[in-house]
């Protein structure tokens, strides 16, 4: 995942997040007063839901949201004329994001260090319960794995029985319904979004409802008992050392909570709408969260079908030689070419072309020489634009210089995209393709002119008929085109190990300016 996805991702989250702390921020206290306390609670589910949301695929519409990722270049220089490159700013704020969401994780480690230093040593109790050496912020239920109830110095002297086991079954709650653990998920939460505001509120406020719903919960199982609670809690030590990780008594509202007990217990109507009222604003949430992301990357460009057919035009300078050739393929689809040096060396090309967005094109595919990787490289170029690769074997003696250019031409029918499931390949050799003769009239009247051709290959890599697709001007240079391109022999491409026929279109340029004419071929189906 690029930079740029991590930070769309980051700014993706941190609104969605942002829309649940605030909606949740805007119920809390008329829920509390309609459903209870533990209604309220329930509310803070949004966010989890709110993440999930962020990671799940987005709609699907037909518009590219392609990202174009750094050429990564093992030997040799890219060359990209008309290639748009990733700006250095978004790896610059990811490094800042990274850097405070380690400084507030060091805080709330060291928070969580001096609350536990405070607490002395601990001793484990006959009845499994763990004894502190202080008071303050005490009971309180620490650990994520391993979650216990740590109990404060003269727990016994400082309540009563009655009121020892409320406390006790406020702790008791806590550890039942994972609170920790939900305390922990705020921690991190608090982390990653340390630089929103909102989260901060979050933590606060949730862990808040968090305690009030653990004192209805109490009261509702002891009935009677909201004085001797309400007394409980009056004698308990309070704390403002925060304790990131763990339930503990910090300085939460007393006198709100204290009120709370006053309050009457929810019944199974309030429960039921409860429940009802979670699950509908859950759905309807996620729901108008996930529909507003934007969408989800597709293979296709405006104008354009799946199944879009390229035409990627290469000329290709090995060693002071040049070849032109023309490979027709489906987005999506593997092509490759070759070509054989006079010093041994045969160059191999395999490239994947795809849409990309803005309308541009990600080329992306690997340079070998004699089968050894020498470049992996991967363009983002405008359409029609040239765009030049130039790479060389390891000890310098052979260079390969490509200039790549691919337009869109056609869909793909579904002959043809069945045919392209193979990568086509051609090799291009000189010795075995000698360049038509120059027409006398023509060479007279200085008359340069192109010729495409589509020829007919066999399995055994002669020709087997050629036709004229293109020429200009027509007829000048068809006949000498179709006598050369007769005594011409290809390398097949191969399907499952074995050669197989096909086509291939060829241009061929009649320059005055040179003496040999520029023929090669493109790989098709």
Request: charge should be positive.
């Amino acid at each position: 995942m690029s930079s740029i996805d991590l930070l769309s991702l980051l700014a993706t989250s941190t609104l969605t997040l942002s829309a649940a702390v605030l909606l949740v921020l805007l119920l809390r206290r008329p829920v509390r007063a309609w459903l209870g306390s533990s209604a309220a609670y329930l509310l803070w589910l949004l966010l989890p839901v709110a993440l999930l949301v962020v990671v799940l695929p987005a709609p699907q519409k037909d518009v590219v949201q392609m990202h174009a990722v750094g050429s990564a270049v093992q030997v040799g220089q890219l060359l990209a004329a008309g290639t748009s490159t990733l700006p250095a700013w978004p790896g610059g704020i990811l490094a800042v994001w990274l850097a405070g969401a380690l400084l507030v994780a060091l805080h709330l480690f060291r928070q969580q260090r001096r609350f536990q230093r405070g607490l002395g040593t601990l001793r484990q109790r006959s009845d499994g319960l763990w004894q502190a050496q202080s008071v303050s912020g005490l009971p309180a239920v620490m650990g994520v794995l391993k979650p216990r109830i740590v109990l404060p110095l003269g727990f016994e002297q400082r309540y009563s029985p009655a009121e020892q086991e409320l406390v006790l079954l406020h702790e008791q709650v806590h550890l039942r319904r994972g609170d920790v653990v939900a305390n922990a998920l705020l921690a991190s939460l608090h982390c990653l979004q340390w630089f929103n505001p909102l989260l901060l509120l979050a933590v606060k406020y949730s862990r808040q409802d968090q305690e009030l719903s653990c004192d209805e919960r109490v009261i509702a199982r002891a009935a009677g008992a909201r004085r001797s609670y309400g007394e409980a809690m009056l004698k308990t030590g309070l704390t403002s050392i925060l304790l990131p990780v763990g339930c503990h008594w910090h300085n939460h509202p007393l006198k709100e909570r204290i009120a709370m007990l006053k309050r009457p217990v929810p019944g199974t109507k309030q429960w039921a709408a409860m429940l009802l009222m979670s699950v509908g604003l859950f759905s309807g949430f996620g729901f108008a969260a996930w529909a507003a992301q934007p969408a989800r990357a597709v293979a296709t460009t405006p104008g354009a079908t799946s199944g879009a057919m390229y035409a990627t035009a290469v000329r290709a300078t090995l060693e002071g030689q040049e070849h032109r050739f023309e490979l027709r393929e489906a987005a999506g689809k593997p092509f490759s070419f070759s070509t054989n040096s006079d010093k041994g060396v045969q160059w191999t090309g395999e490239f994947v072309l795809q849409p990309a967005q803005g309308g541009l094109l990600n080329l992306q595919g690997s340079l070998k020489a004699n089968g050894t990787l020498v470049s992996s490289p991967t363009l983002l170029i405008k359409p029609g634009v040239p765009a030049g690769i130039e790479v060389s074997t390891a000890d310098g003696s052979s260079m390969w210089k490509l200039e790549i250019t691919s337009t869109a031409v056609a869909s793909a029918t579904p002959d043809t995209a069945a045919a392209a499931t193979q990568p086509a390949a051609v090799v291009i050799s000189s010795k075995n393709q000698a360049p038509p003769s120059y027409p006398k009239n023509a060479f007279d009247q200085n008359i340069s002119g192109k010729v495409v051709l589509q020829i007919e290959v066999g399995a055994d890599g002669q020709t087997k008929d050629v036709s004229v697709v293109e020429s200009q001007p027509q007829g000048v240079f068809d006949a000498v085109s179709i006598a050369a391109a007769r005594q011409w022999r290809f390398t097949p491409a191969q399907q499952d190990g074995k050669p197989m026929a096909g086509k291939v279109r060829v241009p061929i340029w009649f320059d005055m300016d040179e003496d040999v004419v520029h023929t090669d071929d493109a790989a098709g189906s």
